[in-house]
T-cell receptor
Framework: GAVVSQHPSRVICKSGTSVKIECRSL??????MFWYRQFPKQSLMLMAT?????????EQGVEKDKFLINHASLTLSTLTVTSAHPEDSSFYIC?????????????FGDGTRLSIL | SQQGEEDPQALSIQEGENATMNCSYKTSINNLQWYRQNSGRGLVHLILIRSNEREKHSGRLRVTLDTSKKSSSLLITASRAADTASYFCATVLPLNAGNMLTFGGGTRLMVKP
C-alpha cells in the first residue's frame, strides 16, 4: 500500500507560536502533495497544492505568508503555521499522490489537530 | 463552492443492512473517487471510477457513475459496525482544468450493532 505519515498528530501551543507539520510519503515518490483544513463535522477544504521543486499553489483566501509550504523532496512536504492564533486552531490533513494529472488516488496522513491557546 | 453534494448528510442503519450514499456534481469530470474517514483520522481511499466507467466493485463496496446525470452512488452491502465513518465523494476535473480533488460535504454513516 501507499503510506503517508503526518507528524505531529496533536499540537497545543500558545498564541504567537509558529508550528511546523511534516508530511512524508513512506513507500512511494509523491509528485504532488496537498494540504487541507477541516473544521468539525465539515468536509475538507483544500489550502494548497505543492509539486516537488516548485512553489505551492494556494487556494483563494489562504494567506501564503501565514501558511508556509515547502516541498523540498519527493517524499517530504512541510506546512508551517506562522504566528498562530486561536482562529488557526483546526484539523490539518496532508495527502500525497504519485502523479500530477489526478488519475491516481490520493493517500492521506492521519491529520494534525492544532490547538492555539 | 463545493463541486460535490452528498445525500443523505447522515444515515443510521442496523448491522447487516445495506447503506447507499449518493453524490451529485456540477461540471464534467476526469474521475470520481470515494473516501472514508474515521473520526479524528485521515481519509482512506476506497474506489476511483473514471468518467468512461459506469460501475466498479471492491469487496462489499459498489460504486456507480452516471455522467449524464452527474451523479454517483456508493453502496455498502451487509454493513458492519466497523463501517461507521464519514464517507466523502471527490471529483477530479478533466485534464488541464485543474487536477486537485474537490470534496463533497460527506455522509456520516452510523451502523448500529
Amino acid at each position: 500500500g501507499a503510506v503517508v505519515s503526518q507528524h505531529p498528530s496533536r499540537v497545543i501551543c500558545k498564541s504567537g507560536t509558529s508550528v511546523k507539520i511534516e508530511c512524508r510519503s513512506l513507500d512511494f515518490q509523491a509528485t504532488t502533495m496537498f494540504w487541507y483544513r477541516q473544521f468539525p463535522k465539515q468536509s475538507l477544504m483544500l489550502m494548497a497544492t505543492s509539486n516537488e521543486g516548485s512553489k505551492a499553489t494556494y487556494e483563494q483566501g489562504v494567506e501564503k505568508d501565514k501558511f508556509l509550504i515547502n516541498h523540498a523532496s519527493l517524499t517530504l512536504s512541510t506546512l508551517t503555521v506562522t504566528s498562530a492564533h486561536p482562529e488557526d486552531s483546526s484539523f490539518y490533513i496532508c495527502s500525497a499522490r504519485r502523479d500530477r494529472d489526478g488519475n491516481q488516488p490520493q493517500h492521506f496522513g492521519d491529520g494534525t489537530r492544532l490547538s492555539i491557546l | 463552492s463545493q463541486q460535490g453534494e452528498e445525500d443523505p448528510q447522515a444515515l443510521s442503519i442496523q448491522e447487516g443492512e445495506n447503506a447507499t450514499m449518493n453524490c451529485s456534481y456540477k461540471t464534467s469530470i476526469n474521475n470520481l473517487q470515494w473516501y472514508r474517514q474515521n473520526s479524528g483520522r485521515g481519509l482512506v481511499h476506497l474506489i476511483l471510477i473514471r468518467s468512461n466507467e459506469r460501475e466498479k466493485h471492491s469487496g462489499r463496496l459498489r460504486v456507480t457513475l452516471d455522467t449524464s446525470k452527474k451523479s454517483s452512488s456508493l453502496l455498502i452491502t451487509a454493513s458492519r459496525a466497523a463501517d461507521t465513518a464519514s464517507y466523502f465523494c471527490a471529483t477530479v476535473l478533466p485534464l488541464n482544468a485543474g487536477n486537485m480533488l474537490t470534496f463533497g460535504g460527506g455522509t456520516r454513516l452510523m451502523v448500529k450493532p
